[in-house]
């Protein structure tokens, strides 16, 4: 069974870094593009960035310059480096694989989510 | 302010159909595909619709999608108790660029 397993999540200061962290299994991770998606609590859902199989990167306006995401195929693993941490980027992050069939693509497998949060 | 607008809350008792609208733009909606995920507390989200109108494997079939120009729907028939959840319609924003999502919907049951 395809799982996505966050971890790297908690508390830190306006213009902190975090670093988080996703562990693939049951799927060949190395050949999908995968996602991070954020909610803040009581909000929507927002795509913050993805990285595709051959390690093209992706970034959310807000965040690019602050924010990178990378991926580690061997371990089956994706990151999201955070620096410069805003109080606005305090919300649930979500690893999400990306499918994509012949006609469309969809985020078909997330994980439970990591807690973010940024305060003074 | 999320791209894609939904009502924050729609209800009903067991058994009653509830249906969720999304109502987005011709850069969106409008010449994309509309996906639809549930969201329950303590839980991994979950794809629920895919392409417009599919359902993935293991997902009942008293929920349904649907697409019309730049609004989607979503309903749910048969409403359960377990289907108490928030939902958000997602589809590719062109000129963004990249995916966007609905503002959520919270069912009640009843």
């Known amino acids: 069974e395809a799982q996505l397993v966050e971890s790297g999540g908690g508390l830190v200061q306006i213009g902190g870094s975090l670093r988080l962290s996703c562990v693939a299994s049951g799927f060949t991770f190395s050949t999908y593009d995968m996602h991070w998606v954020r909610q803040v609590t009581g909000k929507g859902l927002e795509w913050v960035s993805n990285i595709g199989s051959g390690g093209d990167t992706y970034y959310l306006h807000s965040v690019r310059g602050r924010f990178t995401i990378s991926r580690q195929n061997a371990k089956s693993s994706l990151f999201l480096q955070m620096n410069s941490l805003r109080a606005e980027d305090t919300a649930v992050y979500y690893c999400?694989?990306?499918?994509?069939?012949?006609?469309?693509?969809?985020?078909?497998?997330w994980g439970l989510g990591t807690m973010v949060t940024v305060s003074s | 302010q999320s791209v894609l607008t939904q009502p924050p809350s729609a209800s009903g008792t067991p058994g009653q159909r509830v249906t969720i609208s999304c109502s987005g733009s011709s850069s969106n909606i409008g010449t994309n595909v509309v996906n639809w995920y549930q969201l329950l507390p303590g839980t991994a989200p979950r794809l629920l619709i895919y392409n417009n109108d599919q359902r993935p494997s293991g997902v009942p079939d008293r929920f349904s999608g649907s697409k019309s120009g730049t609004s989607a729907s979503l309903a749910i028939s048969g409403l359960q108790s377990e289907d108490e959840a928030d939902y958000f319609c997602a589809a590719w924003e062109d000129s963004l660029r990249r995916d966007v999502f609905g503002s959520g919907t919270k069912v009640t049951v009843l």
């Open positions: 999400a694989r990306k499918f994509c069939g012949r006609s469309s693509c969809s985020f078909d497998i």
